[in-house]
């Protein structure tokens, strides 16, 4: 199934490596050089609605990658997904799900930039928080 107007189920020849069920492409705009995206080659709105096939040829596409760009554009990589339905559709936000492989280093342009600033970000657990939140698990 693809969706009008989703430029990732009309990806062409922006694909550089591909499976059965997914492929690899470039992201536009980047982060850094070397910020690929890996997804489903059926369009996929919500994490939970991938298969299980889909999924491990997604971890397939992304250990490829990562094992392709660490040693050569960073020391090492954050993969990352992310699920915003509350977000307008537009240049950084796209309804294909998709997985963020970008090459990190030491002190890189992420980090300078942003990161650095993450800490002020972060709070001890709280044991009453951690328990009324892993609740959610047991339901």
Same mark, same amino acid.
């Given at each position: ?6 430029? &990732?189920? $009309? @990806?062409?020849? +922006? ?6 069920? *997914?492929?690899?492409? /470039? #992201? ?8 690929? /995206? ?33 040693? %050569? ?7 990352? !997904?992310?699920? +915003? ?7 950084? #936000?796209? @309804?294909?799900?998709? &997985?963020?492989?970008?090459?990190? *280093? ?7 930039? #942003?990161? %650095?600033? $993450?800490?002020?970000?972060?709070? $001890? /657990? ?8 892993? %609740?959610? /698990? !047991?339901?």
């Amino acid at each position: 199934m693809t969706e009008t107007n989703c430029p &990732f189920c $009309d @990806s062409g020849d +922006r694909v550089l490596k591909e499976n059965e069920h *997914a492929k690899v492409v /470039l #992201s536009n705009p980047r982060k850094v050089p070397g910020h690929f /995206l890996v997804l489903p080659k059926r369009h996929v709105d919500q994490p939970w609605d991938l298969t299980k096939d889909e999924l491990g040829d997604i971890f397939d596409l992304i250990f490829f990658v990562e094992q392709k760009i660490i040693g %050569k554009l960073g020391d090492g990589c954050d993969v990352r !997904q992310n699920y +915003r339905p509350f977000m307008q559709r537009g240049n950084l #936000s796209v @309804s294909h799900i998709h &997985f963020h492989v970008i090459p990190r *280093a030491l002190e890189d342009y992420i980090y300078q930039v #942003s990161e %650095k600033y $993450d800490t002020e970000l972060f709070a $001890d /657990l709280d044991p009453l928080e951690a328990r009324e939140v892993a %609740k959610l /698990l !047991q339901q």
